[in-house]
């Protein structure tokens, strides 16, 4: 029983993280298309770049890690 609930604090922790990283990549993107469309040569800000690229593997490492968890649901290995 102590399992389960530690597995499914996990679980609640890495939708958090999804979340959170899901609305960071998003708000990453919108400001990409933004900066691209307001500047006259078509090219957003390095910063900018530098931070979707950083949002953009935050995001894959939180889907790798969602990938992980449901393997191990799949094997059995949780509940």
């Known amino acids: ?44 800000t390095e910063e900018c770049m530098l931070e979707a690229e950083a949002a953009r593997a935050e995001y894959e490492a939180v889907r790798k890690q969602v990938a992980r968890m449901k393997a191990e649901f799949s094997a059995g290995k949780r509940y």
């Open 1 to 44: 029983m102590d399992k389960r609930k530690t597995w499914r604090e996990q679980e609640q922790q890495l939708v958090e993280r999804w979340n959170a990283a899901a609305e960071r990549y998003r708000d990453a993107q919108a400001a990409l298309s933004s900066q691209s469309s307001a500047n006259s040569d078509g090219a957003p």
